[in-house]
DNA sequence: TTTTTGTGATAGTATTACTATTGTGTGAGA
DNA sequence: TCTCACACAATAGTAATACTATCACAAAAA
């Protein structure tokens, strides 16, 4: 039996659909690729093209530009990393043990989902980390969350934060905690690498680190014998 | 009497230092209010020139391209922070009081400091939220690195891990709970006002509810009384 | 069959991100 | 007092970027 997994994607998105049509495949599965390689700021449609084999202008009949195609790119990885969460989590009746299994499904290395053979998600996860919040810190945050460009990561982070109430009904905080553990699943990660004397988990280089570290600190907030502060 | 402060920065983060001249100060301090306005991205050094009143070739004598002036931009602000945080934690025993104090100085809105007459504190803070992590996530960052570029915000990050193991010895992750604090400190605030469904502040827009929020996660994982998890 | 659609090919423009050169006024040192 | 760096202004120029527009062709849909 062979499975194919797509995505449905909000259409304010891009011009043209990428999924219809190889071409549309070719540029997501490259500039993944190219972004990857180069880093979000040097990646042009130019490059893109080159490493295709088409032209400027074919790319932007399918994205209006570089920050647009990104915004897809990441939209579709929190979409993908929600079902994930799904899957994972379906018919665990423990809250806790569902929040440790996203925990990893955030920080942890991916393997490559057969079943979307034009993205490679290990490298696609590499992107989101150094380049992910690139697609929200700009000016035209507001607008573009009009237009529910970032609807995917609000309801991945929705759904951890009801994970937490799970396990904590009266924790006041539950969507913050949940874009904390989202973040900081891909930032310390980052500083593992890139700048390790900010993380506390040396040479190793091991993403399991950062899932203990995460680990303690929802459980520390959510389990709590000790009386509230003052 | 009159007081002035002044910083001394890094000499690679540019190629004349902008502090010993009148045009270096009218850069720094217009740069700030243009990357505010303009957003990074936008900004550039044609249009800095303009509004400067030189151009764009003196601009360039002192910093290489924009994104040093970022990095030295946010280096500034890291540094000004630490000395902000020695000032008011010193004389504190208590190390949960110069933790929270911490927080809040990180979080809240800052008051205008009369003694750096070119730079408008309020304006920065918003900077370093919006554009801060763009110093250190680019393809770069372990060449910038190396050039100690980052040097101010790691020893910001050391400090407070201090004062995280003064309240807690035995906690196994004190830098990485002190980068999570910094960087949630400007993230939360961030989504409060721009993508709020990510936090729980709902439309009040209040500063100290982040600092709430920090404080209780920051707490909550020095404070325990329950058994170790497993 | 006609029409629509997707693509390739080419051209062109405004802006960006620089580099290089030249001249002028100012201030420090000889 | 001379002069000699110097910081800066002014101008010019280049390669790359971020687009937009037009036309032609082939395949698929009507």
């Given at each position: 039996m062979e499975l194919h997994l797509q995505i449905k994607m909000n259409e304010k998105l891009f011009l043209r659909d990428p999924e219809q049509s190889e071409l549309g495949k070719k540029i997501i599965s490259h500039s993944i690729r190219l972004i990857h390689e180069t880093g979000f700021e040097s990646f042009t449609f130019k490059k893109l093209a080159e490493d295709i084999g088409t032209t400027e202008a074919g790319i932007y009949r399918y994205f209006e530009n570089k920050h647009r195609l990104l915004i897809y790119i990441v939209a579709w990885y929190w979409s993908w990393l929600e079902y994930r969460v799904t899957v994972h989590t379906n018919n665990i009746s423990d809250p806790i043990t569902k929040l440790k299994r996203v925990i990893r499904l955030l920080a942890a290395n991916v393997e490559d989902d057969i079943r979307t053979s034009h993205v490679e998600e290990n490298i696609l996860h590499q992107i989101i980390i150094a380049e992910g919040s690139k697609a929200y810190l700009t000016k035209k945050v507001s607008k573009d969350n009009k237009d529910h460009l970032f609807k995917p990561y609000k309801d991945l982070c929705a759904k951890i934060a009801d994970i937490i109430l799970e396990c904590n009904p009266k924790y006041e905080y539950p969507r913050s905690l949940s874009s904390t553990i989202i973040e900081m699943a891909h930032f310390q990660v980052f500083f593992m690498y890139n700048?390790?004397?900010?993380?506390?988990?040396?040479?190793?280089?091991?993403e399991e680190r950062v899932v203990s570290f995460l680990e303690d600190l929802a459980l520390n907030c959510l389990t709590k014998n000790r009386k509230a502060s003052r």
């Open positions: 700048l390790p004397s900010l993380t506390d988990f040396g040479p190793a280089k091991d």
